[in-house]
């Protein structure tokens, strides 16, 4: 066997490894619990009648009629929703297969959780350079517990989350193609000027040519916005982060004016990414457009000389619509028994419980049974997360670590912009788009505990055993968790036992 031939057996077993675990914990009992779960409610219903009808129709009737097969309530009436279709017409999808039933309007969240895991164990492995450690990045992430819930629930932020990471994911791939052609222009340059290797490179540096990767990153980022408007923090953070690289490649090669070099080359990127953006985001409301009973639809035929008047009247209508949902957003603050507050996120101090009945005839071992959904993240990940982007957020200050803050950027782009917002009704599920980049940043904290510069990038053996010792402790705590987080019948007494903090109840 030659070395590439196992270097590629070593990539396929860790993405299959990583994958397997992830589709198992997401896929086993994905049909229960077989009621609507917290906001699939809205989700999963709007998600059918974009089927049934080709627009969001209003429902009557109570809540659970639609789980129990009932969709009579489902009426033509456009039904007023604050969020973009992308999500639920995804969810949609697994209706089209499977019917409406709970597994098929978690299929396809399941199916992007798992894609999720690989992509992150990926990404991991090229910022880290070890296959070792790209796995490592996919095990947690694949035991994380808000990525499970979210993965197992027909709710918008685990679709936003994979085009998120989908979107780091071909920026990365952007920044080695970049960086290859970058340098291996500026060596040709020096050689045809009779430039030393060494040399300075005078100017701004070579083009590198259309960077079709990038391209697609903001494809990605700009789906992401299409599910959740959030999504363009992310965008926005990461796009930053590209021309940072951008920068440090540039001073890499050894050209002199790479800053300018850089910035110069960022203003087309930035112009893709509005024109972009703005395509994709439009192209996501055929649906609406294409649908009389839409709701707004036909606002500006109605309101003729109001709104944006030099505006088609479709696109004026659409606009009246967003700023109706933005008024929304921005005025939700009703009280909410687990609402939380974002500067206490990244500590996981009040999690959403999604779910919670009592399961009379099931065989659980105890003479109370209960079935229990808590959108809890794995405690061991996020309170070593902490502590590990403290002291990324250090190295970044001390040390200018581009590695440190590549690894931190999406946990501030997930939590950061949520911090002035902390009077409105927010939940802290909304960190499963934290999750896989607090696993990076976890990750990133292990190998420089395990193979520390001091020595090198060799293996310290307390270290090692750290390292190895807390990934143990983290799948141990995962099984304890994974009732609570699947829903699995379990004894009060042993939910209980759950409870760590008053507040996670």
């Known amino acids: 066997m030659t070395l590439e031939t196992l270097w590629r057996w070593r990539v396929a077993l860790m993405a299959g490894g990583v994958g397997l675990l992830a589709a198992i914990v997401r896929f086993v009992s994905l049909g229960f619990p077989t009621t609507l779960v917290f906001d699939e409610v809205f989700y999963a219903r709007g998600a059918w009648s974009l089927i049934a009808l080709g627009h969001e129709g209003e429902w009557g009737g109570e809540n659970q009629d639609f789980a129990n097969g009932d ?7 456009g039904d007023y929703v604050v969020h973009p279709l992308t999500g639920k017409l995804l969810i949609g999808v697994g209706m089209r297969i499977f019917g409406p039933t709970p597994f098929g309007w978690r299929f396809v969240g399941a199916v992007l959780g798992v894609a999720t895991v690989i992509m992150v164990a990926f990404i991991a492995r090229h910022l880290l350079r070890s296959t070792l450690w790209g796995a490592v990045a996919g095990t947690l992430l694949a035991v994380e517990g808000e990525h499970i819930v979210l993965s197992r629930s027909a709710l918008l932020d685990g679709y936003m989350t994979f085009f ?7 920026l990365v791939l952007d920044r080695a193609r970049t960086r290859r052609r970058l340098l291996a222009a500026a060596d040709a340059a020096r050689t045809q000027e009779g430039l030393s290797p060494g040399d300075t490179l005078p100017g ?7 960077r079709w990767w990038r391209l697609a990153a903001i494809v990605a980022f700009a789906l992401s916005a299409t599910v959740k408007w959030s999504g363009l923090w992310f965008a926005a953070a990461f796009l930053i982060l590209s021309v940072i690289w951008d920068w440090a490649d540039r001073r890499e090669a050894g050209v002199e004016r790479w ?10 990127a930035a112009a893709a990414t509005v024109v972009i953006t703005v395509g994709v985001y439009l192209a996501s409301w055929i649906p609406w457009f294409r649908s009389d009973e839409s709701y707004g639809r036909h606002w500006a035929e109605n309101h003729p000389g109001e709104g944006i008047t030099w505006l088609p009247e479709g696109l004026r209508s659409l606009v009246h619509y967003h700023e109706q949902m933005l008024e929304f957003h921005r005025n939700l603050d009703s009280p909410h028994n687990y609402e939380s507050n974002p500067w206490l996120w990244p500590l996981q101090y009040r999690p959403t419980a999604f779910h919670f009945e009592d399961v009379p005839d099931a065989d659980c071992g105890a003479e109370r049974c209960v079935s229990a959904i808590h959108a809890l993240g794995h405690p061991f990940i996020w309170w070593f997360g902490v502590a590990v982007l403290v002291y990324a957020l250090w190295r970044i200050v001390r040390h200018r670590d581009l590695t440190a803050l590549t690894v931190s950027v999406g946990v501030l ?3 950061v912009p949520w911090l002035p917002f902390a009077h409105r009704t927010i939940f802290t599920f909304y960190t499963v788009a934290m999750a896989p980049f607090v696993v990076l940043l976890v990750t990133w904290g292990l190998k420089r505990i395990a193979q520390p510069d001091r020595l090198g990038g060799e293996w310290s053996t307390a270290g090692a055993v750290f390292a190895g010792l807390y990934v143990g402790a983290v799948l141990i705590a995962a099984g304890f968790f994974l009732p609570i987080w699947t829903g699995m019948p379990i004894p009060f007494e042993y939910w209980q036992l759950h409870m760590w903090l008053p507040s996670w109840v």
Not at 71 to 77: G, I, M, P
Not at 164 to 170: E, K
Not at 204 to 210: F, R
Not at 259 to 264: A, E, K, N, Q, R
């Open 164 to 170: 998120v990471v989908a979107g780091l994911g071909l």
């Open 413 to 415: 782009a997930a939590w």
């Open 259 to 268: 800053f300018l070099g850089g910035l110069v080359r960022a203003v087309p």
């Open 71 to 77: 969709d009579s309530q489902l009426s033509t009436e």
């Open 204 to 210: 701004m540096g070579p083009a590198t040519g259309l």
